[in-house]
């Protein structure tokens, strides 16, 4: 096989909940092939450091080995956080739009499991 790069695939969740994922790829152009190599998953606080400490510990020790590192957030915030409302109604009786398309798409997706 040709001569291989390495890729970091870094998806971020919430800052409450344990669900950071970081994968290593491995590319090879020649065959144009891509291999899982590695993942760290659940990537959260420990008893020592945070999970920002914990997430950065882990790219550092990694950043050698690979080319580039890829990241999946969101790039708008969420609407409740630019919300101009006086007070909040809650999800369920809110009137922007944004909010209510989830709303619609959570009772949707509860609908379908029951």
């Not at 344990?18 to 152009?29: C, G, S, W």
């Not at 997430?55 to 609407?79: G, Q, R, T, Y």
Request: hydrophobic share 35%; charged share 25%; proline share 5%.
């Amino acid at each position: 096989m040709s001569e291989s790069k390495r890729y970091l695939g870094l998806d971020l969740a919430g800052a409450r909940n344990q669900k950071t994922v970081l994968a290593i790829l491995e590319y090879y152009p020649k065959e144009q092939k891509t291999f899982l190599l590695d993942t760290y998953e659940h990537i959260g606080e420990s008893d020592t450091k945070t999970g920002d400490e914990v997430l950065l510990s882990i790219i550092f020790e990694l950043k050698s080995e690979a080319a580039k590192m890829a990241v999946n957030v969101p790039l708008d915030l969420p609407p409740c956080i630019t919300c101009r409302l006086g007070s909040c109604p809650l999800p369920s009786k809110c009137r922007v739009s944004e909010v209510k398309w989830m709303q619609s798409l959570i009772h949707k997706l509860h609908l379908k499991q029951a």
